[in-house]
């Protein structure tokens, strides 16, 4: 079974910079599908970033390109989110999520765009401040 367990986040400002991890055990095939999804009171869970191992490729959502990086540490068993140029925004519980097996990079961004992947960490909340 996929566990999926968040750490990192908390409050900065404007302009600041934050990191969250996720740490991910119990997958079962060679190829992932990780991705970053954050949600606001109110809205809808929208997808942040995406790693597709098989490629590898990422995937960002045009609100967050040239200031969020999504990086996998296969050593550690990782994936991170680093955050830079925050901005009030960007306030939401951020969730990781993942998927493993036979799928194509075509199908692993269909699962990041509706927010269909199968294994969920707990979320982790980022406020930013202006």
């Known amino acids: 079974q996929v566990q999926l367990v968040q750490s990192g986040g908390g409050s900065a400002q404007a302009g600041g910079s934050l990191r969250l991890s996720c740490a991910y055990s119990?997958?079962?095939?060679?190829?992932?599908?990780l991705a970053w999804f954050r949600q606001s009171p109110g809205k809808e869970r929208e997808g942040v970033a995406l790693?597709?191992?098989?490629?590898?490729?990422?995937r960002y959502t045009d609100s967050v390109k040239g200031r969020f990086t999504i990086a996998l540490d296969i050593a550690k068993k990782t994936l991170d989110l680093q955050m830079k140029n925050l901005k009030p925004e960007d306030t939401a519980m951020y969730y990781c999520?993942?998927?493993?097996?036979?799928?194509?990079?075509?199908?692993?961004?269909?699962?990041?765009?509706?927010?269909?992947?199968?294994?969920w960490g707990q979320g982790t909340q980022v406020t930013v401040s202006s």
């Open positions: 999520a993942a998927d493993d097996g036979y799928m194509t990079e075509v199908e692993c961004e269909a699962r990041w765009t509706s927010a269909g992947l199968n294994f």
């Open positions: 790693f597709y191992t098989g490629a590898p490729s990422t």
């Open positions: 119990g997958f079962s095939y060679s190829t992932y599908c």
